[in-house]
């Protein structure tokens, strides 16, 4: 079975500074990758995903994350963070093949004015 | 776009009642989810059903039963509620391979359900 690590439940940044977004996972076959974003009183919305192809993927909104295969990370990215980007972020891992998703527990970003 | 609707934002049952939660998608899609998210805990999977009929146990299913009698329509049950199932619950749909846009699950705004 795999399994997703966030390490960090909260994470305070200033606005306009850069902030990175820890996820590992562990599975014994190849997966997919993805974070999703819930704003307050929302749902979850997808961010970004990485199924195959370029180990870089961009979301719309300036977020990027990285696969790592050796490290097993797919850590989230943003140069320069906004007052809009204050949400919770969950990493969540597929098997190939597979329609369920596996989410780790999420990290709480909030940006200091 | 896809929506994914549920039928309350915010319920209050008491203890041994019988409670249903709704989810309706209008986009055709096969699969569909029931998640609950608690924090410290991320989302849980309880029940998912990949067509009309068919449903399969998630990580904790205990408790909790579903019906999908349409393929728009995907309700989960708890057959006598408990203040253990106070949650946000979340519902998401997922499109076939026919479908398109693989793998990227749409998800309704939750329940948050509180059982005194």
């Known amino acids: 079975a795999q399994s997703v690590t966030q390490l960090d439940s909260q994470v305070p940044v200033f606005e306009e500074a850069p902030v990175e977004l820890r996820c590992n996972y562990s599975s014994s076959v190849s997966v997919y990758l993805f974070w999703y974003v819930q704003y307050p009183n929302q749902g979850l919305q997808l961010l970004l995903k990485y199924l195959s192809g370029s180990t870089l993927v961009e979301s719309i909104n300036g977020f990027e994350a990285e696969f790592n295969k050796s490290q097993t990370s797919f850590h989230l990215r943003k140069p320069s963070v906004h007052i809009s980007d204050t949400a919770e972020y969950f990493c969540?891992?597929?098997?190939?093949?597979?329609?369920?998703?596996?989410f780790g527990t999420g990290t709480r970003l909030t940006i200091i004015p | 776009d896809v929506k994914v609707t549920q039928s309350s934002r915010y319920l209050v049952k008491r203890t041994g009642e019988k409670v249903f939660l709704e989810c309706v998608q209008d986009?055709?899609?096969?699969?569909m989810f029931w998640y609950r998210q608690d924090p410290g805990l991320g989302l849980r999977l309880i029940y998912f059903s990949y067509d009309v009929k068919m449903k399969e146990k998630g990580d904790i299913p205990e408790g909790y039963s579903v019906s999908r009698e349409k393929k728009e329509r995907f309700s989960l049950i708890l057959e006598s509620a408990s203040t253990n199932q106070t949650s946000m619950y979340l519902c998401a749909s997922l499109p076939g391979l026919a479908g398109g846009r693989r793998n990227t699950q749409y998800f309704g705004p939750g329940t948050r359900l509180t059982v005194l």
């Open positions: 969540a891992v597929s098997k190939f093949g597979n329609e369920k998703l596996t």
């Open positions: 986009m055709d899609h096969e699969n």
